[in-house]
Each structure stands twice: as C-alpha cells, then as structure tokens.
C-alpha cells in the first residue's frame, strides 16, 4: 500500500503559487519524500525529492516538516502546462525498496 | 541518450493470446520497475527488479511474468491475456538512491 496521503484534487489560478500537501505520518528514518507529477497520459516525471532539509530546483520547492511526517511541494508560478496528477512518494535509500504510487492529487490551474 | 524505451507503443490482442512487452534503459541503472495504469487510476506496480538476475512481486502481479535478460532490458509477458489486463503499462527504471525515469507507455487493448 501507499504510504501517503494526498488530497484528491485542487484548484490554483495561474500565475499564483500552488501548494500541494502530502501526508506521511509512517515515514522512516531511511526513507525520501519524492515527487512526480504525470501529464495526460504520458509518463511520470520526476519533480524533486528530499530527506530532511528543504529543497529547491528550477521547477519546484520542497518543504519537509520537522518530524517529517507530511511535506509540501510549491510550484512558485503556476502555468496551465502544470495541469497534471502530481504524486507524492517515500522511498527508501536501499535499491531493493519498491516505488508505490498512490492516488495523488490532479491540479487544475485555471486562466 | 534515449532513457527508456518501451516497445511496442499500441497493441491489440485477443483474448487468450500472448505477448511479451519490452522496456530497455540505457542510464546503467540497477532497478527496473513494471506498472499498469487503468483510466482514472495511479499506477499500480506489477513486478521489479532491483538488479541483474532478480525479480520480485509488486502489488498486481496476477497474470504477467517478467525477465530480468541483461542489466538493460527487462520484459513483461502476458501468457494468456485477458480483457482485465487492458491498460497502459510503464516500464521504469532507477539507480541507487535517485529518481525514476519512465518510459512512454504502451497501450494495451484486449478484446
């Protein structure tokens, strides 16, 4: 089973930040926060990940809380071509950890 | 550098026949991944492989068999498909402690 929990769906308008939450309550010492986010029907794209420390690349912003038990990925100024299901992921640092996508959260930004 | 490659893009096939899905990476990565996606659904992980010459269940493996042939390819068969395994399926792969990259889907009909 997925060890996150994500809203379902929200709304940002563009050129606004979009903040979409994710819930990790079970986390491991051991384990990242990543996140994709797929587009129509393509495949996943890797946005950002993190340990502990917050983290910032040129798509995305990821703020981990101190206990780690839930994150948030800002996309700073949300365009249209950021509709997509964005999907929050724990993943441990060990290859043999699986990849469990669960239902993630289908952004919809509005002109 | 063309990551992951999944052939063949689109298929149909009749109820009983069998076919084999191939994925090729070409980033050196030690772990592969195979996922159906059915319409309004997140991926669902159907086998793995987290290095050369082993492979492990995910969370949907009834139906498929998989094979691990070299460190680049990693295939997925349907020996007796049914109209249940109509989906897109995505192969993936990545290294140690990095992101996944996925290849482009292929669209699977079952009639």
């Known amino acids: 089973d997925a060890k996150t929990t994500q809203p379902p769906s929200m709304d940002c308008a563009e050129g606004r930040a979009a903040n979409l939450p994710c819930n990790h309550s079970?986390?491991?010492?051991?384990?990242?926060v990543y996140w994709y986010r797929q587009i129509h029907s393509q495949g996943p794209q890797y946005i950002i990940h993190?340990?502990?420390n917050n983290e910032t690349n040129e798509m995305a912003s990821l703020i981990i809380t101190e206990d780690r038990k839930s994150s948030t990925l800002i996309l700073p100024h949300a365009t249209l071509r950021d509709t997509a299901v964005y999907y929050c992921?724990?993943?441990?640092?060990?290859?043999?950890?699986?990849?469990?996508f669960g239902k993630g959260t289908r952004l919809h930004i509005l002109p | 550098n063309a990551g992951v490659t999944q052939t063949p893009k689109f298929q149909v096939l009749k109820t009983g026949q069998s076919m084999t899905l191939q994925c090729a990476q070409d980033?050196?990565?030690?772990?592969m991944y195979w996922y159906r996606q059915d319409p309004g659904m997140g991926l669902r992980l159907i086998y793995y492989?987290?290095?050369?010459?082993?492979?492990d269940k995910g969370e949907v493996p009834n139906g498929y068999n998989v094979s691990r042939l070299n460190k680049r390819e990693f295939s997925l068969r349907l020996e007796s498909a049914a109209p249940s395994q109509t989906s897109v399926y995505f192969c993936?792969?990545?290294?140690?402690?990095?992101?996944?990259?996925f290849g482009q889907g292929t669209r699977l009909t079952v009639v």
């Open positions: 993936a792969s990545s290294g140690d402690n990095t992101e996944a990259f």
């Open positions: 079970t986390i491991s010492g051991n384990e990242y």
């Open positions: 993190g340990l502990k």
């Open positions: 992921i724990v993943r441990a640092s060990n290859r043999d950890d699986k990849i469990i």
């Open positions: 980033m050196n990565h030690n772990s």
């Open positions: 492989s987290a290095s050369e010459g082993t492979t």
